[in-house]
T-cell receptor, first 114, second 115 residues
Framework: NAGVTQTPKFQVLKTGQSMTLQCAQDMNHNSMYWYRQDPGMGLRLIYYSASEGTTDKGEVPNGYNVSRLNKREFSLRLESAAPSQTSVYFC?????????????FGPGTRLLVL | AQSVSQHNHHVILSEAASLELGCNYSYGGTVNLFWYVQYPGQHLQLLLKYFSGDPLVKGIKGFEAEFIKSKFSFNLRKPSVQWSDTAEYFCAVTERGGSQGNLIFGKGTKLSVKP
């Protein structure tokens, strides 16, 4: 039981390049989330998926797209990377999207955009 | 909009000292409250959570937190810290019954424990 896994662990991009961050969970959770963590800012929600087949914007969605591929997988895509997207990206999942659910986090992807 | 304030950016303590990290939230409705910990180089892990009932919540590794509704606070405490408690601590809140369920995080407090 791996919990929440993310790939890659680390990535360097040039401005304008695209990439997809992968996230998978094996806990049969319905809801999945993408956060970014910046120094002194805490974690901010980018997108979330309350259930398979649905996605919604969070606090900072600009410059990102997501795909809920199936119940297990939730990917985050940067179409044209910008230096402001240099950050650590965390995927999380919970059984449901209601506020009482505990979210479980993956190990993170550290992204550097030059 | 909901927001979470953590008063201390960086706290430095010696081993065996007592710890209290402040957390205040702004939201007029009913909330669920969480403390997460992030050890160096690792992902976030849940320390404890409060949904309802006894406002004094006990979590893992000897941590506890007290929900004081009148003060909109959920401070984290530990009577005696260890070097292994060095980490960053995040307070977070969700709206109870909210459809989104997304966590609103504070900016975090770094704790450094000197051996």
């Amino acid at each position: 039981n791996a919990g929440v896994t993310q790939t890659p662990k680390f990535q360097v991009l040039k401005t304008g390049q695209s990439m997809t961050l992968q996230c998978a969970q094996d806990m049969n959770h319905n809801s999945m989330y993408w956060y970014r963590q910046d120094p002194g800012m805490g974690l901010r929600l980018i997108y979330y998926s309350a259930s398979e087949g649905t996605t919604d914007k969070g606090e900072v969605p600009n410059g990102y797209n997501v795909s809920r591929l199936n119940k297990r997988e939730f990917s985050l895509r940067l179409e044209s990377a910008a230096p402001s997207q240099t950050s650590v990206y965390f995927c999380a999942s919970s059984m449901h999207s209601g506020g009482a659910e505990t979210q479980y986090f993956g190990p993170g992807t550290r992204l550097l955009v030059l | 909009a909901q927001s979470v304030s953590q008063h201390n950016h960086h706290v430095i303590l010696s081993e065996a000292a007592s710890l209290e990290l402040g957390c205040n939230y702004s939201y007029g409705g009913t909330v669920n409250l969480f403390w997460y910990v992030q050890y160096p180089g690792q992902h976030l892990q849940l320390l404890l959570k409060y949904f309802s009932g006894d406002p004094l919540v006990k979590g893992i590794k000897g941590f506890e937190a007290e929900f004081i509704k009148s003060k909109f606070s959920f401070n984290l405490r530990k009577p005696s810290v260890q070097w292994s408690d060095t980490a960053e601590y995040f307070c977070a809140v969700t709206e109870r019954g909210g459809s989104q369920g997304n966590l609103i995080f504070g900016k975090g407090t770094k704790l450094s424990v000197k051996p």
